[in-house]
């Protein structure tokens, strides 16, 4: 009887996080666009940001925050707006756009490693880090991605890729403690508050929450 409403507020707050999580990745490639020349400093990263206004654009992400990245084949580089995800093992942050969705993780590309990158970093540090910019390689006149004489933009380069790069095994099992705690926590409380007023209302008709408490009674009456 008391595994239907936890069973129940799983499902809805499951289905709410992945909703949720769904529309954000939307947001995020709504502000993506090609940038020449990614800011070098924080200086330059504050003015950046204060041009984007990412706090002004409607999203639901649990935070947006202006970042600039490589993109995943590194021949250009990405501004726009997202949450900040946690970067590991020396990979250079990427702005992976694909079929309207804009998600920010970290490369796949063991060619294009951060050395001087730490272990663990939020991808909205990555103007600290120019050693994942100096990896990109822009198209040139010989590079088959010219066509007609116009080099093909980088954000089309990035929306045809066929799919998105998976996380490394690593990362992914981080992703996924995260987000089981993120769903159990609430699943916990509604658990906890549905068993006190289902005790509550046992006292008050007089039922035993349990065989303990029932033998309790017993041996007070004898």
């Not at 990979?91 to 998600?103: D, L, P, R, W, Y």
Request: one cysteine or more.
């Amino acid at each position: 009887m008391y595994l239907c409403p936890i069973v129940i507020a799983f499902l809805c707050v499951g289905q709410l996080y992945g909703h949720l999580h769904g529309e954000c990745y939307k947001d995020v490639a709504k502000t993506v666009k090609p940038v020449s020349r990614c800011p070098h400093t924080a200086e330059e990263h504050a003015e950046a940001a204060q041009k984007m206004a990412c706090d002004q654009k409607t999203n639901q992400c649990p935070e947006f925050e202006y970042q600039c990245l490589v993109n995943p084949f590194f021949n250009g580089t990405l501004e726009g707006c997202g949450p900040v995800i946690q970067i590991f093992h020396n990979a250079c942050a990427e702005f992976n756009i694909h079929n309207g969705s804009g998600v920010i993780q970290g490369s796949q590309s063991k060619e294009r490693e951060c050395q001087k990158c730490p272990p663990v970093y939020p991808s909205n540090n990555s103007y600290m880090y120019q050693e994942c910019y100096d990896h990109v390689k822009r198209p040139t006149e010989s590079d088959p991605t010219k066509k007609n004489g116009t080099l093909l933009s980088t954000t089309l380069m990035v929306t045809r890729q066929p799919t998105i790069p998976t996380e490394n095994k690593e990362d992914k099992s981080w992703t996924d403690v995260t987000m089981a705690v993120i769903i159990m926590i609430p699943g916990c409380l509604v658990f906890g508050i549905a068993f006190m007023v289902i005790k509550r209302q046992c006292r008050a008709n007089g039922t035993p929450v349990n065989q303990s408490e029932s033998e309790e009674e017993s041996v007070g009456l004898a």
